[in-house]
């Protein structure tokens, strides 16, 4: 949900203050990155939650409602077969079970520039078939991530938080423009409130760097697709800092349905990157060449 959404479904009385725990301080915290997986299928109950996934078995077997349920709430097969058959599934490349593992999670500490990259994830798929143009890469996108993003137009930014890339530890002066700069961002926004300016005109003078909070939900497939692309070298450092950290928190709660999760080439076992690798693993490219020499010599 973007602020242009919000600006339809927002209660009287906007502009409520930022939550913030630091109080009004006279200057603006650096935010600390933090995620929290909220929910996801059979949290708080003794059910093991990967077994969601024996019903998979459904495509394959003539099973009933009554059996389907026996699975879920079973002992059979046993936790280290339904560890086996699902690590099988992602194997072969049968992912389409995994859209039944629904989650939510939800970040704070994260930078608006970065946040907007996870817009990106919500993009509708757009079939590739011959003859048809498309906007976005069918596998970069999905209609299942579904976002509700802290609004900068009804929540105040008189006692923000911000972001500093680790990079700018390495020349302090710098450093110290940057933070004098969010203190100066805060003194506008505690200035412009205080003369009664909307507070959705006077957070144009908020920078880039400022916190934003959301909350993400979204399905196992498109999850691991998301590690895939976010947990990459070749990733922005925030989001990959982020996207780590779920991992691990993931890789608790569903070892198997995360099992080999994670960048591209932990995943499929070979970068995707083409010429802008960074070099960990084989690109496509050098394993069909490679392939086209060992038919060679073996002709």
Known sequence: MSDSDLDRHAPAGG?????????????PKEAVLRTKVLYYPFMGTGINTERLILLSRL???????????????????????????IRGLIKSGHLGTLEHWYTTFAVEGYSRISSQQN?????????KDHGVVYYNEPVQASPDVSQMQQSQRYVKEDNFRYITPPSFDAHPRFKERFEKLQEEILDMQ????????????VRFALSNATETRFVITT???QLRHMFNLRCCQRAQWEIRAMFTELLDEYRRIAPNIFYRAGASCVDLGYCPEGKMSCGRAPTLEMLQESYKKSRSSAQ
């Open 15 to 27: 502009n409520h203050g930022n939550s913030s725990e630091e109080g009004s301080s006279g200057k």
């Open 219 to 221: 399905n196992a497939r």
């Open 190 to 201: 505690r200035e412009g409130l205080s003369l009664g300016l909307p507070a959705e005109d």
């Open 119 to 127: 817009d990106r994830h919500r993009l509708m798929k757009v079939l």
């Open 59 to 85: 495509c394959y077997s003539p099973l009933g409602i009554d059996q389907l349920e026996a699975l879920l709430k079973g002992d059979k097969p046993s936790d280290a077969e339904t560890g086996k058959f």
